[in-house]
């Protein structure tokens, strides 16, 4: 099993920044990919941004692009979202999660409410 905890949450105004963080314990050596998600009230939960292991090539929701940036910090077992530019429709619980090489996400956090204010 793998357990994640994200931190980082909060509210912010518009066009600020925020930086989400998700430690992972467990068998995190079977983890390959890393990713968030986020779930708007009233909306399915939808992919922001997933890293692999390697760090190469992140990907990225195009709602997103250009604003957030993904990275991993495999010493710390910790990934990343720094989130600018922030935007009253990045209003979302924030999920981690982690997925392994079956491209499956088998493991998710609890979620950290991100609320940005017009």
């Known amino acids: 099993q793998v357990q994640l905890v994200e931190s980082g949450g909060g509210l912010v105004q518009a066009g600020g920044s925020l930086r989400l963080s998700c430690a992972a314990s467990?068998?995190?050596?079977?983890?390959?990919?890393m990713g968030w998600f986020r779930q708007a009230p009233g909306k399915e939960r939808e992919f922001v941004s997933a890293?692999?292991?390697?760090?190469?090539?992140?990907n990225y929701a195009d709602s997103v692009k250009g604003r957030f940036t993904i990275s991993r910090d495999d010493a710390k077992n910790t990934v990343y979202l720094q989130m600018n530019s922030l935007k009253p429709e990045d209003t979302a619980v924030y999920y981690c999660?982690?997925?392994?090489?079956?491209?499956?996400?088998?493991?998710w956090g609890q979620g950290t409410q991100v609320i940005v204010s017009s």
């Open positions: 999660a982690a997925a392994t090489m079956d491209g499956n996400w088998h493991y």
């Open positions: 467990g068998r995190t050596f079977s983890t390959y990919f």
């Open positions: 890293i692999r292991r390697s760090g190469f090539n992140p």
